[in-house]
């Protein structure tokens, strides 16, 4: 039971480059989200999804892009990295967006750097 | 604004010290209140949700309670594995709808032998 897979685990990017940063799930999840954890900072959400084609921003959207063309995958794009954007990003998912308790299972994380 | 505040930050118990860990929530309409544990390098890992006042729930050493105001994750005679970082975490209000979680910075606990 893999549950929710994101690659690739260590990135380093130089500023001006882009990469997508990819998040599976097989549990058939409905919601996905993607969150970037800083220090002193906690998590903070960046785009969501609640079904496939569904797509919304979240606390910290600028500079990030995402699709969700099925319902197992929720790409997340940087579009022309910045230092800013160097820290850690985990994907999650959970059954339901509209239905409570409905726990969120996350990723291990995919750490970027941008020099 | 709907905000998770944890307390403290930082926390170095001895092996066998018991102690507690605060998350204070400000959210109208709690449609409930998550603990996660998270080891370095490592995703969130869910613990417990806490749905009501007067709501406990126990896992091995641990015991999340609920208030109207605030939740405590009571670790009774910690062990060095405990050692993790806590987080809390709240449903954003959707107007009835569970939505996005707010996250506290989360309590970092150290257990020494």
């Known amino acids: 039971n893999a549950g929710v897979t994101q690659t690739p685990k260590f990135q380093v990017l130089k500023t001006g480059q882009s990469m997508t940063l990819q998040c599976a799930q097989d549990m058939n999840h409905e919601y996905m989200s993607w969150y970037r954890q800083d220090p002193g900072m906690g998590l903070r959400l960046i785009h969501y999804?609640?079904?496939?084609?569904?797509?919304d921003q979240g606390e910290v959207p600028n500079g990030y892009n995402v699709s969700r063309s099925t319902t197992e995958d929720f790409p997340l794009r940087l579009l022309s990295a910045a230092p800013s954007q160097t820290s850690v990003y985990f994907c999650?998912?959970?059954?339901?967006?509209?239905?409570?308790?409905?726990?969120?299972?996350f990723g291990q994380g995919t750490r970027l750097t941008v020099v | 604004e709907d905000q998770v505040t944890q307390s403290p930050e930082a926390l170095r118990l001895q092996e066998g010290e018991s102690s507690s860990l605060n998350c204070s929530y400000t959210v109208s309409g709690l449609r409930g209140l998550f603990w996660y544990r998270q080891d370095p390098g490592k995703g969130p890992e869910f613990l417990f949700t806490?749905?009501?006042a007067g709501e406990e729930k126990e896992k091995e050493r641990l015991k999340a309670t609920l208030t109207k105001k605030e939740s405590f994750l009571h670790i009774t005679a910690p062990k060095p594995e405990d050692s993790a970082t806590y987080l809390c975490a709240v449903p954003k209000n959707y107007g009835g709808s569970q939505g996005n979680l707010i996250f506290g910075k989360g309590t970092k606990l150290s257990v020494k032998p």
């Open positions: 999650a998912s959970s059954y339901s967006f509209s239905a409570i308790n409905t726990e969120a299972f």
């Open positions: 806490l749905y009501s």
């Open positions: 999804s609640v079904g496939a084609g569904i797509t």
